[in-house]
């Protein structure tokens, strides 16, 4: 893993001189990326990246991953600077930290493309677009499939929802538990979301606060869980106890969340494929390079899943 | 007469000041939310406590002898990984020994660095912790690690099984609490345990061997760990690399509001398994009350002090220091 990037970079400074000298149009971007290895969408996205950089013959990658290290990040945007790369892209370890770096490339005359989170809102001069998902229009996206599943079972006028957050504190957790707040009263007027708490991105967490939620309330008609993982948590504990006709909802449709579908047992989630995340992020900085306008916020789609159109999505690797 | 047994109820509460802080939140809950005090509820809080109530178990052991363990739960997310990994490739019966059988090394290591090496402990295995993560990750390469066939196999009965009506994580938990209670308070090894933690050097001068006593506290609680990590993979048959992560800090705090002095010398497996459960019911009574999360976090930590005052006021028999 370590020696591959080792290698990519290398062979991508190489590259640059080499493209220096001969073919004017050979772009250079680097990519400092959040903590690869730690989770398996960012090891998909890596590859991906990397798969799409070397499909596209115009364009050089240095790939540097930060390791979760935000000073670590921080000397990684210095020495693409120095490197004199013709494009950033970013994939924050913090969003407050790296805004002086980022400015920093901004100052050197770099464009930079933020990837999958954005960084603090006082970065953005700095930043010249974002490419990732967009959290909020997830969350509401979950709340659509929620209540077209209660219409469909003609409960869509009692339906009592329990809602389960991500980590606290974290801009995904909070976008999507707003996008979700926000749009199930606006669908469902007459559905009740009756609690609310935090699964902290964990399965084993979340399956407790489910099982607490359980004991708690006689009547639940719906989980939506901030994303797939927490979903099937929560899904195992009313297996477990026996409950039967709740309608799970997630986001980030991870490959259990998928065999869950599959089984019938899980309703729907939002596909996010790290590929397309990946691809984005890439595509951004090519067409920024090649003097296309683009929004600031440049948000690649990631469309509602249900048991009813699984069939036209492949299974996550994650 | 009155007065013996006035004094027979203080001794009891010097002993057992914990246990009456446990039945104090369990009556306050109970007052808040009657669904509280329900046996499918209790089913669940103890089932789900006893993850890392096996783990208490045995960082109870190092803690004793006056060490400390703060590797148990990047520890646990290596087992769980482990056994998920090596499940779909040896099968379930091969899976589970090497999975021990890898964790133990883990337990070695540290024992040997800590026990022989005479290396500060909390160094050791605050570095441990992140090793042992790196190891995990280096092992999975990130990916979650789920079992394909969950259907098709036994390996269930460890997290979703019961016997006789008992969910077998609870089972597990009591009778390794009850082996160990036993190994701790009835056999020689034990004693030497509290001897070591108690005042290191009288041990050796006793004749003790030190440093064999804290190597075999440190595979205790790999012990420990490695079943805990059967337990969560068999549970949820699939897991991310970080499941056990922050669970030391948990483990840590369930044995010290047990009693045991984190200085070593003192504590019960009783009182550390007491320990777990009162964290177990805060966690699932304030669930239950329907507080705001970070309302939670906060009244977790005024329980926490409580309990801990509670216990050392019975123990003085005053509420507040004695010495003015």
New interface residues.
Partial sequence: ?KLRRILAATTATAAMTVAGMAAAETMTIGITQNN?????Y??TYEKAFIAAAEANADVEVVVLDAGGDVARQIAQMEDLIQQEVDAIIIWPTNGEAVIPAVRKAHQAGIPVVVTNSNIAEAGFPFVSTFSGPDNITQGARSAEIMCDRFKALGIENEAKVVHITGQ?GYTTAIERAKGFNDRLPEVCPNVEQI?E??GDW???KS???M???L??YDDIDGVYSGDD?MG??AM?AAI?AGREGITFVGATN???GYEAMAAGTYWGSIYQSPVDDAEAALKSAIDLLNGEELPFLNYFDTPKITQDNMGDFTKPV? | MAESTKQDIGKLLAKQGILIAFALFIIGFTIANPKFLTLDNFENVVRSSAILGVMALGVTFVVISGNLDLSVGSMMSFSTIVVLDLHDKLGPTLAIPAMFAMTLCLGALIGFLVGYLKLNSLIVTLGMLSAIHGLTLTYSGGKNMDIADKEGTWFAIFGQGNILGIQTPILIFIALAALLGIILAKTPFGRKVYAVGGNGTAATFSGIRRARVVFLCYIMSALCVATAGLIQASRSMGSQNTVGQGLELEVLAAVILGGASLLGGSGTIFKTVIGVLILGFIQNGLLLVGLDFSVQYVVTWIIIILAVWLDIAAKRGKLMSPIA
Avoid at chain 1, 36 to 40: E, H
């Fill in positions: 893993m690869v290895g730690v989770d398996s960012q090891t606290p609690d708490q935090p964990n399965r084993e399956q407790q606060v099982e607490a939620f004991v708690k993982n099937v948590g195992n477990a991870f490959a259990v994650f």
